[in-house]
């Protein structure tokens, strides 16, 4: 894929293309990885807690390591780091793969997996999301997310989840080989990225403490009332969304008569949304305005949520989660660029890292939640819960997401990035590193 010559201002740069590429891949491995693993859990137990515990220990690490991770990505370089978690990710599942195979597998493994999956995610996930205002201008940070979620989601969702379910359906361990493989392509491509991506390069000033630097963080985001009021609203949708999901496998295969092999099938029709969001989500919010935007999926999320719990069949499932796929990309749009906006770039690992711990710290929670809701009330049960956590998180939003608040932090952003904007060189063009970023 080709890229404008430098300086121009309407194109996206190749550097962006190369993370681009590396995102897209790996990004087609976890959809492999998503059907495949669920699908062996199932095969090990039907035990709705014990399989509730895989979607939990992949989440916990959200929890308990952000913060700290948040404040090692803001003193190393983020290209190292990027290397460095796809290449344990490929080694782990590679290990599995190997276990798969030689028919050993016992669900306390894929927690082991999971959890270690996890720790190397959020390594990843916070670096990617750092280090794009390197690469990327201001004004085409929308566009640059948009694009990234649309080529994501039609790797992982169109692409790796029926894939996932024929490889799953040929061998077992087949799907997880194909994920390994998929993280030692992403670094490969991600080697050749050129740039200065250690924020701290040529910097005099005295370093503090890792403790001293995250507690930075956590006060940053803590006084920005806005920021704040979108990592708790955050938080509670996730936990929302995920007292269904620790236990889909169980809700599509019992309730809706999903096979292992539809089963893939099915997410993939229910993300058709989250692509259309990808592509059209910077348009979206350009016509309703992000305020709109932000509300409007919150109300959105709370409607499919209690539609499908009312009514699970499966085409109308699957039509319900597209729609909520589109207003989580739309979403997605909307606030990851609005961080790389509003955040200083050298607090920006620890900034992020502090908003996703609220936003993604309660997965494990929800996980469990969801087990023990399915065990006690029923999986439609799961649902009514999950709508009922987006519902405040909607009145959450609703006090200090508004207009003003908006164009406040965006003016006081453009005001700092005119009084001294800090500098990388990225492809030998100097970029600036100005900047800010959801269900991310």
């Not at 796809?86 to 190997?98: E, H, K, M, N, S």
């Not at 392509?185 to 000033?205: N, W």
């Not at 236990?247 to 295969?253: N, P, R």
């Not at 893939?264 to 309703?288: N, S």
Request: charged share 15%; aromatic share 8%; with cysteine.
């Amino acid at each position: 894929m080709t890229s404008a010559p430098a300086g121009d201002p309407a194109r996206l740069p190749p550097s962006y293309w190369r993370l681009w590429a590396a995102s897209t891949i790996s990004n087609l491995g976890d959809g492999v990885f998503l059907v495949a693993l669920p699908l062996l859990a199932a095969r090990l137990t039907r035990d709705e807690t014990a399989i509730s515990l895989v979607a939990a220990a992949a989440a916990l690490p959200w929890l308990l390591l952000s913060l700290p991770i948040g404040g090692l990505i803001d003193r190393a370089d983020r290209k190292r780091i990027l290397l460095a978690a796809d290449t344990f990710r490929a080694l782990l599942v590679g290990g599995l793969a190997i276990v798969v195979a030689l028919d050993l597998t016992e669900i306390w493994m894929l927690w082991v997996v999971a959890l270690l999956l996890g720790i190397a995610e959020v390594f990843f996930d916070n670096t990617s999301q750092a280090i794009l205002p390197a690469i990327v201008e201001p004004n085409l940070l929308e566009k640059a997310n948009g694009r990234r979620y649309a080529a994501e989601t039609v790797a992982n969702t169109f692409l790796g989840t029926p894939l996932g379910s024929v490889l799953f359906g040929a061998a077992i361990w087949i799907p997880f080989g194909f994920q390994a493989a998929s993280f030692a392509v992403a670094v490969c491509l991600i080697m050749p990225l050129r740039g200065r991506f250690d924020p701290h390069e040529g910097s005099t000033a005295p370093r503090t403490s890792l403790a001293a630097e995250v507690r930075d963080g956590l006060g940053w985001l803590w006084r920005h009332r806005m920021l704040r009021s979108l990592a708790i609203a955050l938080g509670l949708s996730n936990l929302g969304f995920q007292i269904p999901q620790a236990v889909f496998v169980l809700f599509a295969q019992e309730r809706l008569g999903v096979s292992e092999r539809g089963f893939g099938l099915l997410l993939a029709v229910m993300g058709i949304g989250a692509v259309l969001g990808g592509l059209v989500g910077d348009r979206i919010v350009a016509r309703v305005g992000p305020t709109a935007a932000i509300h409007g999926a919150l109300v959105t999320w709370i409607c499919t949520l209690l539609a499908v719990g009312i009514h699970p069949v499966t085409w109308f499932v699957a039509l319900m989660v597209a729609i909520e796929s589109l207003a989580a990309t739309t979403w997605n749009v909307v606030t990851v660029s609005l961080r790389q906006q509003v955040v200083p770039p050298e607090l920006f690992g620890r900034v992020n890292s502090v908003y996703r711990w609220f936003g993604w710290g309660t997965l494990p929670i929800g996980s469990v939640i969801g087990g023990i809701v399915a065990t006690h009330l029923g999986l439609r049960a799961t649902y009514f819960v999950g709508a009922a956590f987006v519902a405040v998180a909607l009145l959450v939003a609703m006090r200090q997401v508004t207009t003003a608040a908006l164009a406040r932090a965006q003016h006081d952003a453009r005001a700092r990035a005119a009084s001294g904007p800090a500098r990388a060189l990225v492809d030998d063009t100097p970029v600036s590193l100005e900047r800010d970023e959801l269900l991310d």
